[in-house]
C-alpha cells in the first residue's frame, strides 16, 4: 500500500531543515507521532469511537482518516470490550493497532479483555502469539469535567503483568513515547493527560516517519536536578512537582523532579540514585492514593534506599473519593501547597515528623517513650 | 422449583404480531428482514467495508423455526427446513464419522485421565460429537478457530496433537499449542470473551487480502454474556467472514437455558444484528455439515458473518468435578442418549451402502489405538520448567522479573543443594 504525500503533512507539517522545531500542543504531537507511524508502516491502524471523521473528542486524530483512508483510520461501534478484542484479532492477523478509549472510565468496560487477553495472549501462548497493541486513554482530571470524564486509573493497569503503562509529561515524550509504544512488540497502556493536551513544547528534532526512536521505556527523566528532596512524579503531576520545585527554593530547599515516563517498566535505578544522593523523597500523583502507584513507589524506594533516608517517604495524592465535581477539583488535586507542606514534614533539622504521632505521645517516637507510655 | 418447570423463554414467537416462526418453506426471505435490508431511499454514508444489501443465506436472516434437519433420531433421511442446504457429499460424511468415533473415545479417555488426577480437570463433549467434528470438517486448512474450554475434541478433529490440546489442563501455564502452525486460537475459558478475537481476526484477514474464514464458538450460557453481543455486532458492522457457532446443550453447569434467554431461539438473536442466523439439530452431524458448509462459504464469499445455533446435549457432567446428578434427571439424560449422534450417522452411512461392519470395526480399532497412545504419552508427568515463569511475561524481562528470576532461581539451588 502506498501512502499518499498528503499522509505526510497533514496536522503538522515537518520543519523545513534547518529551522528550529516549531511549537506544537501535546494532542499535536501526538497526531504526528500516529501520522509518521501509520506512513513508517502500513500494519499500524488506528480505530475507536470517533477517531474517524471527528478526529476524537480530543481532535488527537484529527485529519488521520481523510489523509490516510478509512481503511487506516476507522470509527467503530460504541463498545470499548470489542474495539480492545477486536484490536487483539487485528494484531493477531498481523495488524499493529492504536486504538482510542473515549475517556479514562470509558476504558472499564474494556478491562476483562486488557486483563485476561491482551496482558496475557504471550504468555498464554509461549511467546508464539504477541500482541503489539496500543492503547490510548485520556486521563486525569483539572479539566473541570464531570463525573466519568477524570479518572486515573493506571494502578489497575500497572497491577496487571504483562501491560507496559506509559505517560508523557512532555510534548516531546509524547511524540516519542508514543513512537516507541507502537513500536513495541508488547500491549502498551498509553495514558494521554488530559489537562496537558493543550501544553506547548517542540517535537523532537528529527520527528519523521524514520526517526530513529531512542529507548525511553524504562528510564525516567530528571527534570530538575537539586540536592535536597527528591520529587517523584509522572504525567500531570510533573508539572505541578516542578512548579514545586521552583516555589521551594524560597525556603532554600533544592529540589531534584523524576518523571518516570512508564510506569512498567519501573526505573528503579534512577529514582534510588536520586533518593541516595538527595536522603528526602516525596512521590506525587493525582490518583487517589490509597493502593496507588504512589504506594508501590514509596515501598520501593524505602526498601531500596532506607539507609540514606533521612525521612519516611511521603505522598502528596489525591483523595480517596470518587472523583469531586469541578468546582472542588483543586482541592483533590495535589497542588504545589501540599507538595511544599509534604516537603516541610521531611524531618529537615532532626525534627521529628510528628502527623501520626498517637496525640497522648510526645512528639518523640523512641522506642523508650513507647514502653513508657504502654498502650497508646 | 426447578428453572425448567417455571414456563419462561418456551416458544415466545408469535407473541408478538409479526414474529417470523411462519416463515414460509422453502427459503423465501423473510419480510422484515427485507424490508430492512433493501431500503435504499436514502443512503446512508458508506463505512468501509460495506455490508452488501442483500444476504443471501437460506431465510435472509431468519432461522428455521424449527431446527434443520436431515437425519431424525433412528438415522432415517428427513426433510425439516434442509430444502436450502445441499446434502453434504458422502466423502464427508464418512470422515465426519470416524472423526466422532475417534473423537469421542478421545473425550472419554480425557475424562478418565481427569479421574486419574492426570489432568486438573476436563470438561467433557460427550453427546457434542456433530458440533465438535462437523465444525472442524467445513474449515479449510487455512480457516482459523477460536474454541472454548468445551472444544478440545473439536481441536482433535481439526488434527491437533491430543497431548498438546491437554497441555493446560495437564499443568502448564499455556495452551500447549502453537496457534499460528495450527491456526487455532488458545481455548478460551472467560466465556464469550475470544468471539471478539475471532471477529478482529477475520476482519483483519479480510483487510489484507486473504480469504480466510474464522469460526468462532460460544456455549448457551456464553450468549448472555456483554461480549457475544459486541461480537455480534462488530461482525456485521464490519462484514467480518466469522462463523459463530452455539452449541446450545441446554446447560451453563447448572444453569438451565430458560435462565440465559427468553427468545424463541438462540438462533434468532443474529436478527438484530442484521446477521444471517439458523438453527440446526446439533446431533444430526449431516444437518450441521450441511448448515456449516454454507456457512463458510456465504461468510468466505464477503456475504457476512453467519449465526448458527445447534441443539445438542453434553452427556456427562460439566466437568469431573462436577455432580450433574444435583440439576437434571436420568431420564432426561435416556432421552438425549437415544438422539446419538454416531449412531445416527453410523445408521443412514450403514443404510446407504457407504461403510459397512468391516470399516465400524477398523474404526473403532482406530479410535482404540488413539486412546492408547494418548494414555501412554499422558502417563508421563509434565516437567514445567520454573524458570518459563518469567519467559513470557514480556518479550523483555523488565528488570523486577529478572530480579524475581534470580530470587526463585537461588531459592531452588538452595533447595537443590541441600538435599
Ligand atoms: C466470564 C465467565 N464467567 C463465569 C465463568 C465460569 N463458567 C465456566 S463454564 C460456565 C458455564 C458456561 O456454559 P455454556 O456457555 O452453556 O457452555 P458449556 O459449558 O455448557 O459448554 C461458567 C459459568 C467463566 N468461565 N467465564
Ligand atoms: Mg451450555
Redesign the interface.
Known amino acids: 500500500m502506498t501512502v499518499t504525500a498528503a499522509a505526510h503533512d497533514g496536522g503538522i507539517p515537518a520543519p523545513a531543515p534547518g529551522t528550529a522545531p516549531q511549537q506544537v500542543t501535546m494532542s499535536g504531537a501526538i497526531n504526528r507521532a500516529l501520522r509518521d507511524a501509520m506512513t513508517a508502516d502500513t500494519d499500524v491502524v488506528v480505530f475507536g469511537e470517533d477517531v474517524g471523521t471527528l478526529g476524537g473528542v480530543f481532535r488527537v486524530t484529527d485529519g488521520i482518516a481523510r489523509d490516510f483512508g478509512p481503511d487506516r483510520c476507522f470509527d467503530t461501534p460504541l463498545a470499548e470490550a470489542g474495539i480492545v478484542g477486536f484490536a487483539v484479532g487485528m494484531a493477531m492477523a498481523g495488524f499493529r493497532p492504536v486504538i482510542e478509549m473515549q475517556f479514562d472510565a470509558f476504558a472499564f468496560p474494556a478491562f476483562e479483555q486488557i486483563a485476561s487477553h491482551v496482558a496475557k495472549m504471550r504468555n498464554r501462548t509461549q511467546g508464539r502469539v504477541n500482541l503489539p497493541i496500543v492503547i490510548r486513554i485520556p486521563f486525569a482530571g483539572g479539566i473541570g469535567g464531570v463525573e466519568h470524564h477524570c479518572d486515573s486509573s493506571e494502578a489497575y493497569y500497572a497491577h496487571t503483568p504483562g501491560l507496559k503503562v506509559v505517560t508523557p509529561a512532555t510534548v516531546e515524550d509524547a511524540y516519542t513515547l508514543l513512537r516507541e509504544a507502537i513500536n513495541d512488540p508488547d500491549p502498551v497502556i498509553f495514558m494521554e493527560p488530559k489537562r496537558l493536551y493543550w501544553s506547548k513544547g517542540s517535537l523532537p528534532e528529527d520527528a519523521s516517519p524514520d526517526a530513529q526512536i531512542a529507548s525511553s521505556f524504562g528510564r525516567a527523566a530528571v527534570r530538575r536536578e537539586g540536592i535536597d528532596v527528591t520529587l517523584v512524579a509522572y504525567g500531570p503531576s510533573v508539572d505541578v512537582a516542578m512548579q514545586a520545585a521552583s516555589a521551594a527554593m524560597g525556603s532554600g530547599w533544592s529540589v531534584e523532579v523524576v518523571d518516570l515516563r512508564t510506569l512498567v517498566p519501573f526505573d528503579d535505578q534512577t529514582v534510588v540514585a536520586s533518593v541516595r544522593k538527595t536522603g528526602r523523597c516525596v512521590v506525587v500523583h493525582e490518583a487517589q492514593g490509597f493502593a496507588g502507584v504512589g504506594a508501590e513507589i514509596a515501598a520501593r524506594v524505602q526498601e531500596r534506599a532506607f539507609h540514606s533516608l533521612h525521612a519516611p517517604v511521603l505522598r502528596v495524592a489525591g483523595l480517596d473519593i470518587p472523583y469531586p465535581p469541578p468546582k472542588l477539583e483543586h482541592l483533590h488535586l495535589p497542588g504545589v501547597e501540599r507538595v511544599l507542606d509534604a516537603i516541610a514534614r521531611l524531618q529537615w533539622d532532626d525534627q521529628a515528623d510528628a502527623l501520626h504521632l498517637p496525640e497522648s505521645s510526645p512528639a518523640c517516637d523512641s522506642p523508650a517513650s513507647d514502653s513508657k507510655g504502654g498502650a497508646a | 422449583m426447578s428453572d425448567r418447570s417455571s414456563g419462561t423463554g418456551v416458544h415466545r414467537a408469535g407473541v408478538f404480531a409479526r414474529a417470523p416462526a411462519q416463515a414460509p418453506a422453502g427459503g423465501a426471505h423473510t419480510l422484515e428482514a427485507d424490508a430492512l435490508t433493501t431500503d435504499t431511499s436514502t443512503p446512508l454514508p458508506q463505512?468501509?467495508p460495506s455490508p452488501p444489501a442483500d444476504r443471501p443465506f437460506a431465510r435472509g436472516l431468519v432461522p428455521a423455526p424449527m431446527p434443520v434437519q436431515f437425519l431424525d433420531d433412528q438415522g432415517h433421511r428427513v426433510q425439516v427446513f434442509n430444502d436450502d442446504y445441499p446434502e453434504p457429499a458422502a466423502e464427508q460424511l464418512v470422515a465426519a464419522y470416524s472423526a466422532m468415533v475417534v473423537g469421542r473415545r478421545f473425550d472419554v479417555q480425557a475424562t478418565a485421565l481427569a479421574k486419574q488426577g492426570r489432568l486438573a480437570v476436563y470438561p467433557a463433549a460427550r453427546g457434542q460429537e456433530a458440533c465438535q467434528v462437523g465444525s472442524m470438517l467445513t474449515l479449510s486448512k487455512d480457516d482459523w478457530a477460536f474454541p472454548t474450554y468445551r472444544d478440545s475434541m473439536a481441536l482433535v478433529a481439526r488434527g491437533l496433537d491430543p497431548v498438546e490440546v491437554l497441555t493446560s489442563p495437564h499443568g502448564a501455564?499455556?495452551?500447549g499449542y502453537?496457534?499460528?502452525a495450527n491456526r487455532t486460537?488458545?481455548q478460551a475459558t472467560?466465556l464469550a470473551?475470544?468471539?471478539?478475537?475471532?471477529?478482529?481476526?477475520?476482519?483483519?484477514?479480510q483487510?489484507?487480502g486473504r480469504p480466510t474464514v474464522?469460526m468462532a464458538f460460544v456455549g448457551d450460557g456464553g450468549t448472555s454474556e456483554?461480549?457475544f453481543h459486541?461480537?455480534l455486532?462488530?461482525a456485521a458492522?464490519f462484514n467480518a467472514p466469522v462463523v459463530f457457532l452455539v452449541q446450545n446443550n441446554t446447560y451453563a453447569i447448572s444453569t438451565p437455558l430458560t435462565r440465559q434467554t427468553a427468545a424463541p431461539s438462540l438462533g434468532y438473536k443474529g436478527i438484530g444484528y442484521g446477521i444471517a442466523s439458523e438453527q440446526v439439530d446439533g446431533n444430526d452431524a449431516m444437518a450441521v455439515l450441511a448448515v456449516l458448509n454454507k456457512a463458510v462459504a456465504h461468510a468466505r464469499a464477503g456475504q457476512g458473518p453467519v449465526l448458527v445455533e445447534a441443539h445438542t446435549y453434553r452427556l456427562d457432567a460439566h466437568t469431573n468435578a462436577d455432580d450433574a446428578t444435583r440439576y437434571r434427571s436420568s431420564a432426561e439424560v435416556e432421552d438425549w442418549i437415544r438422539r446419538d449422534p454416531i449412531t445416527r450417522l453410523e445408521a443412514w452411512l450403514r443404510q446407504e451402502g457407504l461403510i459397512d461392519d468391516a470399516f465400524v470395526a477398523a474404526t473403532a480399532q482406530k479410535a482404540e489405538a488413539f486412546a492408547a497412545d494418548l494414555r501412554a504419552r499422558m502417563s508421563v508427568d509434565l516437567v514445567v520448567d520454573p524458570m518459563s515463569l518469567f519467559?513470557?511475561?514480556?518479550?523483555t524481562p523488565?528488570?523486577?522479573l529478572l530480579e524475581q528470576r534470580a530470587m526463585v532461581q537461588a531459592e531452588l539451588e538452595a533447595e537443590e543443594a541441600s538435599r
Open positions: 463505512t468501509v501455564a499455556h495452551c502453537d496457534p499460528r486460537a488458545p472467560p470473551t475470544q468471539l471478539i478475537h475471532a471477529v478482529g481476526f477475520a476482519s483483519g484477514e483487510r489484507q474464522a456483554g461480549d459486541e461480537a455486532n462488530f458492522v519467559d513470557n511475561v514480556f518479550g523488565t528488570p523486577q
